[in-house]
């Protein structure tokens, strides 16, 4: 199993530029999540999805968008670049959102976004 | 509001010796938490975790204590080795309604050969 691979891996943007990020997992999870992870902070949740055709927003939704068409898929989208989103973006996946069985949170390596 | 963080930012052990990273949070409603690794350039990994039905919980090479009274855990890692060197982070979550994970900064370990 690959587990949770993220497309691409770095990319540079230029402000107002848009582009998708593209999440995918093999475990048939149900649930999956974006993150953004900025210096000297904790992972913060932008959008997440508890399963094929539905999201929901995180802690930090503005200026993405989200689609989950195929349950093994969870893109995330920048319509209109700005430099305050730079950052490195995670995806991950579990089985279960509930916090009673099978909480963990499968990660992806990660995508390095730089907004000029 | 509520929030989860660490205590030091930065960690130097030698190898060999056991390494204790802390944690403290906030949200009394919590009632799960996670320790992750984060090693450079990659996501991070799920450790071990915790309920906070239990005081503590044993792995493989490590054990989180967890003490609901003053609202802190710690992850302890014996014989730290030097492929113990990462980023580790505290996360908390609840029961209810969506699985919200509020992760701390994290701490960097740092082995020291």
């Known amino acids: 199993n690959a587990g949770v691979t993220q497309t691409p891996k770095f990319r540079v943007l230029k402000t107002g530029q848009s582009m998708t990020l593209l999440c995918a997992q093999d475990m048939n999870h149900e649930y999956m999540y974006w993150y953004r992870q900025d210096p000297g902070m904790g992972l913060r949740l932008i959008h997440y999805s508890v399963g094929e055709g539905t999201t929901a927003k995180g802690e930090v939704p503005d200026g993405y968008n989200v689609s989950r068409l195929k349950k093994q898929n969870f893109l995330l989208g920048l319509e209109s670049a700005a430099p305050s989103q730079t950052s490195v973006y995670f995806c991950?996946?579990?089985?279960?959102?509930?916090?009673?069985?099978?909480?963990?949170?499968?990660f992806g390596p990660g995508t390095r976004l730089t907004v000029l | 509001g509520e929030s989860v963080g660490l205590h030091l930012p930065t960690l130097s052990v030698q190898e060999g010796d056991n390494s204790i990273i802390n944690c403290a949070y906030s949200n009394s409603a919590s009632d799960y938490f996670i320790w992750y690794k984060q090693e450079s350039g990659k996501g991070p990994q799920f450790i071990i975790d915790?309920?906070?039905?239990?005081d503590k919980r044993q792995g493989q090479r490590v054990t989180v204590l967890l003490n609901k009274t003053v609202k802190h855990l710690s992850l302890q890692i014996a014989a730290t080795q030097p492929g113990d060197s990462a980023v580790y982070f505290c996360?908390?979550?609840?029961?209810?309604?969506?699985?919200?994970?509020?992760f701390g900064t994290g701490t960097k370990l740092q082995v020291i050969p």
């Open positions: 915790i309920r906070s039905n239990m």
């Open positions: 996360a908390e979550s609840n029961s209810g309604g969506y699985q919200k994970v509020t």
């Open positions: 991950a996946s579990s089985y279960s959102m509930s916090g009673t069985l099978y909480n963990e949170q499968f």
